[in-house]
């Protein structure tokens, strides 16, 4: 399984940007979806993550601003981000949890937000 991301670019502060996860298979096999980011210099957090159900959960810094959310039809996964600000930018990767558990990672996408 592949997970290819896209939809990163250069923005400015209080823009908006939508990311796309593609699976090279179906998703219906992945309990759980979602992103994480990593800005230079600091350590991989989860940005937010949906289940099968679609339930969702996000990181209390982006609560508000960011929309995870999946199409099973095209195997996709999405994370629409608004109000973006200048800490937003990182490496944006898309990952995904199988039913045993066993985590899948895109190449990651950058996000620039300028001040």
């Known amino acids: 399984v592949q997970l290819v991301e896209s939809g990163g670019g250069l923005v400015q502060a209080g823009g908006s940007l939508r990311l796309s996860c593609a699976a090279s298979?179906?998703?219906?096999?992945?309990?759980?979806m979602g992103w994480y980011r990593q800005a230079p210099g600091k350590q991989r957090d989860v940005v937010a993550s949906i289940t099968g159900g679609s339930n969702t959960n996000y990181a209390d810094s982006v609560k508000g601003r960011f929309t995870i959310s999946r199409d099973n039809a095209k195997n996709t996964v999405y994370l629409e981000m608004n109000s973006l600000k200048p800490e937003d930018t990182a490496v944006y990767y898309c990952?995904?949890?199988?039913?045993?558990?066993?985590?899948?990672w895109g190449q990651g996408t950058q996000v620039t937000v300028s001040s």
């Open positions: 990952y995904a949890l199988d039913i045993g558990l066993r985590p899948y």
């Open positions: 298979g179906s998703i219906f096999r992945f309990n759980t």
